[in-house]
């Protein structure tokens, strides 16, 4: 058997000998070697992503098939230059995937073997195309302002860049908005999304109100508003300076919101004129009480030991809640004091829990349970639930 070394070359997945274009291969029995391309596809690993430099020690023995490579020789020339065509330069998209497009590039000794698409932005991001390929659809893309350019790599991996870039702005969505509303106990209320009037949030007389605006393409201004039932403007708030976010405060405490309904309205423009409007419908109340119907335990029935037993009520404002719970002998099974801001304690929708177990840690037996919400001495709210193991 003639046996010849075949030197392999680090970082260079393939070469071009005699006007043949070659690849690197990998065998277990023969190691690393250079072939012609797609010949030896089906019985050797192709090795097309190999960036790693072969150790100095190895220096591979070509199995005999693979003997008759003719002497090699390094393909120094870089593909043909090509231009971006698209997108449009200085365009501005409103949405978030474009058609990026080129002229044909081509390699006459190694062949062409993958054009990098690359858009720079807050991060670099690179598709990849086959060498066949003059355009391709980038999805996925986020707000803001685009540098798009184009490596053609060639087999040998020489690369020619486009002769010219292409920028461009992408904005898709409109500015976001998100409302943190504390009340007097420290309890944030955070709304992203708005609600309708006849699930008007509970506020305190004096709110501390946050609006956090942000855009990918910058925050060209942004109001917050609020205005009373008959359409008043109690506050006003105005910011116009080009910024990727803006943070609007409201914290007076020499203006006192008397009871009644109010809307909070918050507006805001990005720097390419997408706008958006998030409306909170909000309620000052002038004592403490239940919202809605009450109070809603969920499950119900529920097992002790197996389900938890989660109590829904909505307070008008932060208060001191104890939550009673009695057998049907009019027995006290069970007690927990809330205080603000924790659960169970705090301005709107509250979620205390319950595992079923006696103030003993034992499991209660099956039947009815009466449960008393109180705060200040006064029930605010009761019910039956029915325990069953």
């Not at 992503?49 to 490579?69: G, R, Y």
């Not at 486009?162 to 500015?175: M, Q």
Request: glycine share 8%.
């Amino acid at each position: 058997m003639n046996i010849e070394p075949i030197e392999i070359l680090p970082h260079v997945n393939y070469i071009y000998l005699d006007g043949t274009p070659y690849e690197l291969i990998k065998n277990n029995m023969c190691g690393y070697a250079y072939a012609p391309i797609g010949v030896y596809s089906a019985d050797f690993e192709v090795i097309g992503d190999w960036t790693t430099p072969a150790p100095v020690s190895e220096i591979f023995v070509v199995m005999a098939d693979l003997c008759e490579l003719p002497a090699r020789y390094d393909d120094n020339h870089d593909p043909d230059p090509f231009d971006i065509l698209s997108p449009p330069d200085g365009s501005t998209l409103t949405v978030n995937y474009t058609t990026v497009s080129w002229e044909a590039s081509g390699d006459q000794e190694s062949g062409l073997g993958t054009y990098e698409v690359h858009l720079i932005s807050h991060y670099d991001r690179v598709e990849n195309a086959e060498p066949s390929e003059t355009s391709i659809v980038v999805n996925d893309l986020m707000d803001g302002d685009y540098v798009c350019y184009i490596d053609a790599a060639d087999r040998a991996g020489n690369i020619t860049r486009s002769i010219s870039s292409k920028t461009f702005t992408v904005a898709a969505s409109p500015p976001e908005i998100t409302v943190d509303i504390k009340d007097p106990s420290g309890h944030v209320l955070t709304v992203d999304d708005g609600n309708s009037e006849e699930d008007r949030k509970a506020v305190a007389k004096n709110p501390i109100i946050e609006a956090k605006v942000s855009d990918g393409n910058g925050v060209g201004s942004a109001q917050l508003t609020i205005l009373d039932s008959g359409g008043n403007e109690i506050v006003n708030m105005n910011v116009n300076e080009s910024q990727l976010n803006h943070t609007l405060s409201y914290d007076d405490n020499t203006t006192v919101l008397t009871p009644g309904e109010y809307s909070i309205i918050v507006n805001a423009h990005d720097e390419s004129g997408a706008s958006n409007t998030l409306t909170i419908y909000v309620e000052v109340f002038e004592s403490l009480k239940l919202k809605g119907e009450g109070t809603y335990p969920y499950p119900n029935p529920f097992r002790p030991g197996s389900d938890e037993l989660t109590l829904y009520y909505d307070l008008t404002e932060p208060s001191v809640v104890t939550v009673f719970i009695y057998d049907v002998n009019g027995k006290l099974r069970w007690k927990r004091t809330y205080i603000p801001p924790d659960e169970g304690a705090h301005s709107n929708i509250n979620k205390p829990k319950w595992d079923g177990r006696d103030m003993f840690g034992k499991y209660v037996a099956n039947g009815p349970y009466y449960y008393f919400v109180v705060s200040n001495g006064k029930v605010l709210g009761k019910g039956e639930i029915a325990a069953y193991r």
